[in-house]
């Protein structure tokens, strides 16, 4: 049950990054020459409010998985799986691909947290 948890709170983290990408897509130039205006273009945009709903209520699911599984585990699990799913996710929807220098990281890092996992 702590995993199904880990993945909830996981898969809440991908799609609120995902919807707050795609919220900000359209005023980035702002945030370089006139900052103001992108804080409260940002502040008004439908996509950032739903990545915001939807992070807390992952963070909500999180305050179940820590009182049931070790902090440390919990968030390299977490942490190994999103960054495998935000790589791809990101390279399907935003076309941001990575090397395949990046991609062995990626596999290295879920490498390692499957062996802290299992213990």
């Known amino acids: 049950m702590t995993y199904l948890l880990i993945l909830v709170t996981t898969l809440s983290t991908v799609g609120a990054q995902l ?18 205006d992108f804080l409260v273009a ?5 996509w950032v409010w739903a990545a915001l709903v939807l992070q807390v ?17 919990a968030f390299a699990v977490s942490g190994s799986f999103f ?4 790589a791809l996710l990101s390279w399907v929807l935003f076309d941001e691909a990575l090397t395949p220098t990046q991609w062995t990281g990626i596999a290295l890092i879920s490498a390692g947290v499957l062996a802290v996992a299992r213990g």
């Open 19 to 36: 919807l707050l990408k795609q919220g900000l897509r359209p005023i980035a130039a702002l945030a370089a020459s006139a900052r103001l």
């Open 42 to 46: 940002a502040v008004l945009s439908p």
């Open 57 to 73: 209520l992952g963070y909500v699911v999180w305050f179940f998985v820590i009182t049931q599984e070790k902090l440390g585990i």
């Open 83 to 86: 960054y495998l799913v935000m």
